[in-house]
């Protein structure tokens, strides 16, 4: 008797579970960039799906679309503007690698949750408007993560991992690899080097 009432509990959990997690995946949904200007020769890496064990690259044109996990690599005098919706504009430079971390959208609250990773190369961000309080855009570097709500900046990696950061509008807060924290305005500059040095260009 105590067996069978055992997994009978166990079942419900399990179903409490399942209803909660189907819930949770109606409300998230994904939040996909698409193509809208493309100069010279750039590759979406595709990662690794179920039944296929290797990433695949696909080459970019006007109207691609780039989910999370992909890897936008651009080739020599070569760029590329990815545009989510009319909030996020991302302008990808030439011999440029970013990883599409996460992008997702919550439907109950509106928010957005963009995370990037530059390994290598300079993109532009710009907010057309002010993200929601709960939305969270962050850029990774292999010396810096950079948040923002509402502006306009640059980020540049060079290719001995140290990064340059350029504010031009609104505020961007700025945690180095040693857990300092800064808050850039427009018009500053913060240069992070991979030994954990950064100076901040007023």
């Keep these: 008797m105590r067996i069978g009432s055992l997994a009978l509990l166990l079942g419900l959990v399990a179903l409490t579970l399942l209803i909660f997690g189907s819930i949770e995946t109606l409300r998230i949904a994904p939040f996909v960039a698409k193509v809208t200007e493309l100069r010279g020769d750039a590759v979406a890496v595709i990662p690794p799906k179920l039944g296929r064990k290797q990433p695949v690259e696909r080459p970019l044109k006007v109207g691609s679309l780039v989910l999370a996990g992909t890897i936008v690599k651009t080739g020599k005098d070569a760029f590329v503007v990815l545009q989510w919706v009319d909030e996020v504009e991302m302008r990808i430079g030439p011999e440029t690698q970013l990883k599409v971390t996460r992008s997702s959208f919550n439907k109950a609250t509106k928010a957005i949750e963009a995370l990037f990773r530059l390994n290598l ?14 939305s969270r855009l962050e850029l990774e570097t292999p010396t810096i993560t950079a948040a923002v709500r509402g502006t306009a900046y640059q980020v540049e990696v060079k290719p001995d991992g140290e990064t ?39």
């Design 164 to 202: 340059v950061l350029q504010v031009e509008r609104g505020v961007v807060a700025v945690k180095t690899a040693k857990g300092q924290e800064l808050q850039l305005t427009a018009g500053q500059t913060v240069v992070a080097k991979p030994n954990g040095d950064v100076n901040l260009v007023k």
């Design 121 to 134: 190369g300079t993109v532009f961000v710009n907010l057309k408007r002010k993200l929601s309080p709960r």
